[in-house]
T-cell receptor
Framework: DSGVTQTPKHLITATGQRVTLRCSPR?????VYWYQQSLDQGLQFLIQ???????AKGNILERFSAQQFPDLHSELNLSSLELGDSALYFC???????????????FGPGTRLTVL | DAKTTQPNSMESNEEEPVHLPCNHS???????IHWYRQLPSQGPEYVIH???SNVNNRMASLAIAEDRKSSTLILHRATLRDAAVYYC??????????????FGTGTSLTVIP
């Protein structure tokens, strides 16, 4: 158990809908990361938040947005869903943000999103 | 981030040592080498990391070539629980644009009982 929790575990929805994925980082971790894993694209970095502020952006679509709240939990919002958005979405957390080598990322169990 | 190249798959017998190679010929002097693994139906988990010297921890050893253009993750005695996809990732310490990882395709390790 990494200490990172994600809810829900599974989500099934229809095209055009909007969903929210939730992540609680390990106690004491200030950074939260979101990754998407699909069969054809592998594990892709989406976005990082550090202590409430957006820190880095990867291949995140404009239909997707995220935020980190004062209690440090994070939500990933996916809207106007398409079939191709079906994937595993992982949240990870780490202590800091500086890019120090010691900043191990701890991954949650993931949310499996199925868009029908 | 500099690119890494790993074999798509490898097999090992249980209780035998496993050497998982990673090529990173464009590595820069400030790139740290990280290894993560992903067990079936789980999120990735940290294995080990290093810069120049060989590193050991309770999970594995990391052997880094003298020119740093390649590295090898060594599992000393493979168990069935080590069957996973192993990712070799470079992280540039100089960059101050976040701590994100860029995962490649990794090596899928099969452990044969």
């Amino acid at each position: 158990d990494s200490g990172v929790t994600q809810t829900p575990k599974h989500l099934i929805t229809a095209t055009g809908q909007r969903v929210t994925l939730r992540c609680s980082p390990r106690s004491g971790d200030l950074s939260v990361y979101w990754y998407q894993q699909s069969l054809d694209q592998g594990l892709q970095f989406l976005i990082q938040y550090y202590n409430g502020e957006e820190r880095a952006k990867g291949n995140i679509l404009e239909r997707f947005s995220a935020q980190q709240f004062p209690d440090l939990h994070s939500e990933l919002n996916l809207s106007s869903l398409e079939l191709g958005d079906s994937a595993l979405y992982f949240c990870a957390s780490s202590v800091g943000n500086s890019g120090r080598w010691a900043d191990t990322q701890y991954f949650g169990p993931g949310t499996r999103l199925t868009v029908l | 981030d500099a690119k890494t190249t790993q074999p798509n798959s490898m097999e090992s017998n249980e209780e035998e040592p496993v050497h998982l190679p990673c090529n990173h010929s464009t590595i820069s002097g400030t790139d740290y080498i990280h290894w993560y693994r992903q067990l079936p139906s789980q999120g990735p988990e940290y294995v080990i990391h290093g810069l120049t010297s060989n590193v050991n921890n309770r999970m594995a050893s990391l052997a880094i070539a003298e020119d740093r253009k390649s590295s090898t993750l060594i599992l000393h005695r493979a168990t069935l629980r080590d069957a996973a996809v192993y990712y070799c990732i470079l992280r540039d310490m100089k960059r101050n644009t976040g701590n994100q990882f860029y995962f490649g395709t990794g090596t899928s390790l099969t452990v044969i009982p």
